[in-house]
């Protein structure tokens, strides 16, 4: 079935630290791809997307590219601040019929602790 | 930007008694909008999609009967958890979109304590 599969964290970086975190997909047709971000004790917030293959998603330093030969959506930022520090989702969407059309599958989340 | 407001925020009840959460959609129309739950570090799993005027479609292994959802209009959405347990504890969101190709937007989550 489609699915999403994540880097497990904890996820321990100094700040300006070069972070990557890792999420492969597995799903039929052509899914959208998102990385959402959840903050301590907030709801979560959606960080960026790319909706076909080759698509990249950048948002707050954060990219991430579409690859459909890899079924690859990583995350990426060059230099991490301590207000980075958060749970990181990699889901996907797309239209895989009936009554959950364009529900979202989420990775099991990736925290990032990012210290001074 | 599209918004989903979420309330409550949290909850504390006590076991054997009902809770009802409100999602909704303050700047757009949600014909469908999603119940996810999240367990402590774990993901989101959905749990129904609620559906404007119709039954929502619940996942399987969700408790049709539990978890009770009405979506009344096409910008509310509320799930009531009936008769609480201590295991119902955890913590709710919402979510919806006006478009799927635009994201989707979550609420601010509600915690649950089942005491």
């Known amino acids: 079935g489609n699915s999403v599969t994540q880097m497990e964290g904890p996820v321990t970086l100094s700040e300006e630290a070069f972070l990557t975190i890792n999420c492969t997909y597995t799903?039929?047709?052509?899914?959208?791809l998102f990385w959402y971000v959840q903050y301590p004790g907030e709801g979560l917030q959606l960080l960026l997307k790319a909706t076909k293959a080759d698509d990249k998603g950048s948002n707050k330093g954060f990219e991430a590219t579409y690859r459909k030969e890899t079924t690859s959506f990583h995350l990426e930022k060059g230099s991490v601040q301590v207000s980075d520090s958060a749970v990181y989702f990699c889901a996907l969407s797309g239209r895989f019929g009936g009554g959950s059309q364009g529900n979202l599958i989420f990775g099991k989340g990736t925290k990032l602790s990012v210290k001074p | 930007g599209a918004v989903v407001s979420q309330h409550p925020s949290w909850v504390i009840c006590k076991s054997g008694t009902s809770v009802k959460i409100e999602c909704r959609s303050l700047d757009f129309q949600a014909t469908t909008m999603f119940w996810y739950r999240q367990f402590p570090k774990q993901s989101l799993m959905l749990m129904a999609t609620?559906?404007?005027?119709?039954?929502?479609?619940?996942e399987q292994g969700v408790e049709k009967d539990k978890f009770l959802i009405n979506h009344a209009s096409l910008t509310l959405s509320t799930l009531t958890v009936t008769s609480a347990h201590p295991e119902d504890s955890s913590f709710y969101i919402c979510?919806?979109?006006?478009?799927?190709?635009?994201?989707?937007?979550f609420g601010s989550g509600t915690r649950l304590t089942v005491v």
């Open positions: 979510s919806a979109t006006p478009r799927v190709i635009s994201g989707y937007t």
């Open positions: 799903a039929t047709g052509y899914p959208s």
């Open positions: 609620s559906n404007e005027g119709s039954k929502a479609t619940y």
